[in-house]
């Protein structure tokens, strides 16, 4: 699938996307879904979230809490004109693995039916958002001072198709580790 470059191909995207996801999950039974991930001897990825995320849970409140910045940061510059980064503080482009960590450290407690929950309510509130947005405010690089370079537009592709994408790919991984 193409990167979207217009709203209505970021609000397609993303819906699709999430179907996916949605089917995906809904495919496992109650041991899959509780199931600790287990890629299979010699599975080597280099990327942290392979050592990261241990189970369904940890990938549904990765999402859940990618949606939650996207969210906050856009009440913070575009509804209260502050100006804030996307990342908080202390973290950065280059140290936001961390952030990651912490994310997962305090959603130990939480059960996998309750991310569930959570990132179903997060998208559909990031849904809303995009469709506060004409095209232009989304795609144009720059259009508003707070997102850089960058378009607002490819924040949320980020935060929504493309990062449901990467949930559809891991999970499938670990049904394919626990279907042989």
């Known amino acids: 699938?193409?990167?979207?470059?217009?709203?209505?191909?970021?609000?397609?995207?993303?819906?699709?996307?999430?179907?996916?996801?949605?089917?995906?999950?809904?495919?496992?039974?109650?041991?899959?879904?509780?199931?600790?991930?287990?890629?299979?001897?010699?599975?080597?990825?280099?990327?942290?979230?392979?050592?990261?995320?241990?189970?369904?849970?940890?990938?549904?409140?990765?999402?859940?809490?990618?949606?939650?910045?996207?969210?906050?940061?856009?009440?913070?510059?575009?509804?209260?004109?502050?100006?804030?980064?996307?990342?908080?503080?202390?973290?950065?482009?280059?140290?936001?693995?961390?952030?990651n960590i912490e994310f997962w450290h305090a959603h130990q407690k939480t059960s996998t039916d309750d991310a569930w929950r959570l990132v179903q309510q997060s998208h559909i509130q990031v849904l809303q958002l995009i469709e506060t947005f004409s095209d232009e405010e989304l795609f144009v690089k720059a259009h508003f001072s707070w997102t850089g370079t960058t378009s607002l537009g490819s924040y949320c592709v980020s935060a929504t198709s493309s990062h449901y994408d990467w949930a559809c790919k891991k999970l499938r991984a670990h049904l394919k580790m626990l279907r042989i």
């Open 1 to 99: 699938m193409a990167r979207p470059q217009h709203k209505d191909e970021l609000q397609s995207a993303s819906q699709t996307q999430f179907t996916k996801l949605s089917k995906l999950i809904e495919s496992m039974s109650v041991e899959e879904r509780n199931a600790a991930f287990d890629f299979g001897a010699g599975f080597a990825q280099k990327e942290a979230h392979w050592e990261r995320d241990k189970n369904l849970r940890d990938v549904l409140i990765h999402l859940y809490e990618w949606h939650r910045l996207l969210l906050n940061w856009v009440e913070a510059n575009y509804e209260q004109g502050r100006a804030e980064p996307f990342l908080p503080s202390p973290y950065n482009w280059k140290n936001y693995g961390e952030m």
